[in-house]
């Protein structure tokens, strides 16, 4: 009964709200896994948009994003008639700041660009960005998880630690730090939140996912301390955006970079967006992939959906060719949840789970897999 519950509820955000205001998958992890060329052409999915443009900066042939949720689609849709628009200030203070105080007057001159169902959702969510306001990043379900986070920061009276852990050089001087919140942030009712279906539903947390971790709070204790005591967080566009409520210059992802833009504009005609489950975009498709990007999707499908997750990838191999590349991130600690026929027609590698912990400044997901149709 609560996994079924928990299951509408997520849903219910899925299909109702903005999820992802920012890509909860370090990109430069996937553009050293993926090695996109020229003549590469990649379907992923495209939550908050802001991987498939910093994979254009790689120039391959194509990118197809797909998104099941519409206000995904929408993000996209608004960062891309920026970029078509020319205005490289304003595409900054959108989403990096968050904020601008310009929203209002230069909106007019970017709405005709989109469609009508992304320009409707625009008309009524501006406010996202108004100046006055809390800011783009701490907006939508994965914005009311930071919102939430950062009322637990300063309720528990750490929020002084959090702030000296993005400017500290020194990791033995981060570890201590992190303890001494690790011994605050995880104590009282607090702890019962971090593992909410309410409140992970909101960040695109399913009940799928939080049964597959198992302990969630001792899951997070350990993502957390990789992301802010093995590495610096201080140039992290992740957890910058979450803290702080923007990103600061020099944690600018590739897309955001002022030097990027004209190549940004130059090439955008090259990506392709619709609204649409992974599946269906496969059936309407006639073209051959070279790089799918799954995100942590198929977890989504692990509890209730096994029918659609083997036609999946009896698609997936249809519009794949021998070296295509499929990465993806899961909760789960190994791969049984994929159809056993796949195993014979894809070889799957994980990525070092250490060098991960080094690396990829999110790191809440179990395991990264790359895999190659043979």
């Known amino acids: ?133 809390k800011g783009f990043f701490l907006q939508g379900g994965s914005g009311f998880f930071a919102r939430f986070l950062n009322r637990i920061i300063d309720r528990k009276g750490v929020r002084d630690h959090v702030l000296r852990l993005f400017d500290e050089p020194d990791a033995s001087i981060r570890k201590t730090l992190f303890e001494e919140i690790e011994q605050k942030l995880w104590n009282g009712t607090e702890q019962n939140l971090w593992v909410s279906g309410g409140i992970l539903g909101l960040a695109g947390i399913p009940a799928s996912q939080r049964k597959a971790i198992g302990d969630m709070n001792a899951f997070m204790k350990n993502a957390l301390f990789n992301v802010f005591v093995n590495q610096s967080a201080k140039d992290n566009p992740y957890w910058n955006a979450y803290i702080f409520g923007e990103i600061p210059k020099e944690a600018y992802p590739g897309y955001l970079k002022e030097g990027n833009f004209e190549i940004l504009r130059s090439r955008i005609d090259s990506i392709k967006f619709s609204t649409s489950s992974f599946r269906k975009a496969l059936q309407n498709s006639n073209k051959t992939y070279s790089h799918f990007v799954l995100l942590d999707h198929m977890d989504w499908m692990v509890s209730s959906q096994q029918n659609t997750l083997r036609h999946q990838w009896k698609l997936l191999l249809e519009h794949g060719k021998p070296g295509t590349q499929i990465l993806f991130r899961t909760a789960y600690k190994n791969l049984n949840f994929i159809p056993g026929f796949v195993f014979d027609n894809v070889k799957f590698s994980q990525v070092d789970p250490g060098w991960i912990a080094n690396q990829d400044r999110v790191g809440t997901y179990t395991g990264t897999y790359l895999g190659t149709i043979r």
């Open 1 to 133: 009964m609560f996994f079924s519950a928990s299951r509408l509820w997520f849903n219910f955000v899925n299909s109702n709200f903005l999820v992802y205001n920012i890509c909860w998958e370090d990109v430069e992890i996937d553009k050293e896994l993926l090695q996109i060329k020229e003549d590469s052409n990649l379907l992923m999915i495209s939550s908050a948009g802001c991987n498939a443009l910093t994979y254009l900066l790689d120039a391959p042939n194509s990118i197809e994003t797909v998104d099941i949720n519409p206000h995904q689609t929408a993000l996209l849709e608004l960062k891309i008639a920026v970029i078509k628009h020319g205005n490289y200030p304003l595409f900054e203070e959108l989403f990096a700041r968050g904020k601008s105080p310009r929203i209002q007057e230069m909106y007019s001159t970017v709405s005709p660009l989109l469609s009508r169902k992304s320009r409707a959702y625009w008309d009524s969510h501006l406010r996202f960005f108004n100046p006055e306001g």
